[in-house]
């Protein structure tokens, strides 16, 4: 809970004995913070209702507000050629973000995604706390550190601690790595190949993990 009083939550907006389907039509009338006033519309979770894994991103980029699905831009493209290669079904999964409305600046006739503060990541916890209380994942991964230190910690270090087990009440099992636009990001060929070899390498953890 940010520091200075009162804050913009949520809370307010869930319904009486939610379920997943109630939630996302709840969120969608979402204005616990000011986060809705420049989205498309919000972009909630998706995936298998009693998915054994949930993934947890940042936010919805530009591609995933016009969609109002999770994971369909660039990055979701990486991230499901990696989960193929991990042996991870993501129809199987659940898929989400800390912040379920897209953050952004203009710059000329592009929107540029901007980070979500500690304040608006509060104010949007309330929906992935259901998420998370109505899947009961077994694994949950945490996809870049503004997730991975908004469900474990601001002290958390993705770059210290990636593909490691970490003990958290979110689930059984619980881990970090690098969120898949940080792979399109690299300055060349070689660092991206590089750099998705090892998010494949975090993802291949999970599969071992179910059913044990």
């Not at 897209?102 to 259901?130: S, V, Y």
């Not at 949950?140 to 469900?151: D, E, I, K, W």
């Amino acid at each position: 809970m940010p520091a200075g009083g009162k804050t913009e939550t949520a809370a307010a907006f869930l319904p009486e004995a939610p379920t997943l389907e109630r939630l996302r039509e709840a969120a969608a009338d979402c204005r616990g913070c000011h986060l809705y006033e420049q989205a498309t519309q919000t972009v909630f979770g998706e995936g298998a209702g009693g998915a054994e894994v949930m993934f947890v991103g940042e936010q919805p980029g530009d591609q995933e507000d016009l969609a109002g699905k999770p994971f369909v831009g660039p990055a979701g493209r990486i991230l499901d050629q990696a989960l193929e290669e991990a042996g991870i079904d993501r129809r199987s999964t659940y898929v989400t973000n800390v912040v379920k409305h897209f953050k952004w600046q203009p710059r000329g006739k592009r929107r540029i995604h901007q980070k979500p503060n500690w304040t608006e990541m509060t104010a949007c916890r309330p929906w992935l706390d259901g998420e998370l209380d109505l899947v009961e994942p077994e694994v949950v991964v945490c996809l870049g550190a503004t997730a991975a230190q908004a469900l474990l910690g601001r002290d958390f270090r993705v770059s210290r601690q990636r593909g490691e087990l970490v003990e958290s009440p979110l689930a059984r099992y619980v881990l970090a790595t690098v969120h898949p636009s940080s792979i399109l990001r690299q300055r060349d060929d070689a660092s991206r190949e590089a750099e998705y070899g090892a998010f494949v390498e975090d993802l291949r953890v999970v599969p071992p993990l179910l059913g044990s």
